[in-house]
């Protein structure tokens, strides 16, 4: 089912400076995590749902939004915003585990975030008619691909260089094309170093054509990999190519959010990218994240800076865990309202008490 997405709700969240965004991860494609995770933040309020740029993905995110509809009708449906890689760039890559230099000490089961990685038990082979069964239960690694999101959080802790990251193959033609006619509302670029090769997209009218009927257009520029004079460089030919009314991502530490209680807050880069597009007066929505937590936006604001807006990802991921892998939440009414209760502050942080 086509949802009838409005972009009123989110240009009118932006232009008030209160704009919301979830973030399920780029490389994220466990569709029970996005199911849920839309359908909380549908509930919740958010503008805008950003997912993995497959059409699995985005046919989970629809089916939480439709059953976050069922329950509360006058929901705000959010738009679907896929993410999609332009050039190597944090977001799009995943764990590769070498199996064989893996000893089973556990420590990247502690760290990861979305509990990508376990360490069960072999299963007991069939015995064999007329001899007795020696099995001893063994351990064996287990790895959720699927939850992995990139945050390379593992292969630093790794002791045995067993876990490494892979990066994502990209062919953002025909995956831009797929999203269009998956009938995404909006579109989120990722250029890493390579802001020039926007370039490329533009020169390109037929993919010039398709990119106009979206709603939005994002852009999310790093500090994590490009100078302060290329921030500016990458902000302005965004405008440039792409005009008035695009979102430009601030990204800081991309996928940090989860590794604390509370972000880095002011200290957090996507402050100083802010700051440096800011002094561009471009007319353009800024929206922090990377390392944003519940506490970014007040604090920016605080801060002076005239931001549109603030993106969570690995935080709310990260607080909503123990709820994410329940089927049907919504019938487990204790989990449900706990898990509602935190999507909901996390809208509040950004939104106030509105929602």
Request: net charge neutral; glycine share 6%.
């Amino acid at each position: 089912m086509l949802l009838a997405q409005s972009p009123i709700n989110a240009i009118k969240s932006l232009e008030e400076k209160n704009f919301f965004k979830l973030v399920c991860g780029a490389s994220l494609n466990d569709l029970l995590l996005v199911e849920n995770l839309s359908f909380l933040f549908t509930l919740a309020g958010a503008d805008v749902i950003d997912l993995a740029a497959r059409a699995d993905v985005i046919y989970a995110a629809r089916k939480g939004v439709n059953r976050a509809l069922s329950i509360h009708c006058s929901s705000l449906i959010p738009l679907l915003m896929a993410s999609i890689q332009l050039d190597k760039d944090p977001h799009f890559r995943k764990v590769k585990v070498n199996y064989d230099k893996c000893d089973l000490c556990g420590v990247c089961v502690n760290v990861c975030p979305t509990e990508a990685f376990a360490i069960g038990t072999r299963n007991k082979p069939p015995n064999r008619v007329g001899r007795a069964s020696s099995y001893v239960p063994s351990p064996e690694f287990v790895y959720k691909s699927e939850r992995c999101f990139g945050c390379d959080a593992c292969p630093k802790a790794c002791h045995v260089s067993a876990l490494s990251m892979a990066e994502m193959e990209f062919n953002p033609s025909v995956i831009i094309t797929e999203m269009i006619d998956l009938e995404v509302d909006a579109i989120e670029f990722h250029f890493g170093k390579n802001y020039e090769g926007i370039k490329t997209l533009w020169d390109d009218n037929n993919i010039r054509d398709k990119l106009s009927r979206l709603s939005l257009i994002s852009f999310s520029i790093g500090s994590e990999l490009l100078s302060e004079e290329e921030i500016k460089k990458a902000g302005n030919l965004c405008f440039k190519l792409a005009g008035a009314g695009i979102i430009l991502q601030c990204d800081g530490k991309p996928m940090s959010g989860g590794f604390k209680r509370f972000g880095n807050n002011m200290d957090n880069s996507t402050i100083k990218v802010a700051e440096i597009l800011q002094q561009e007066k471009l007319p353009v929505f800024l929206q922090l994240s990377g390392g944003t937590d519940d506490k970014t936006y007040i604090k920016a604001r605080n801060a002076g800076l005239d931001i549109n807006g603030v993106a969570l990802g690995s935080y709310a991921r990260k607080l909503l865990m123990p709820y994410l892998s329940i089927q049907h939440l919504e019938n487990d009414m204790n989990n449900f309202n706990l898990a509602l209760n935190i999507a909901q502050s996390l809208v509040s942080s950004v939104k106030g008490s509105r929602i």
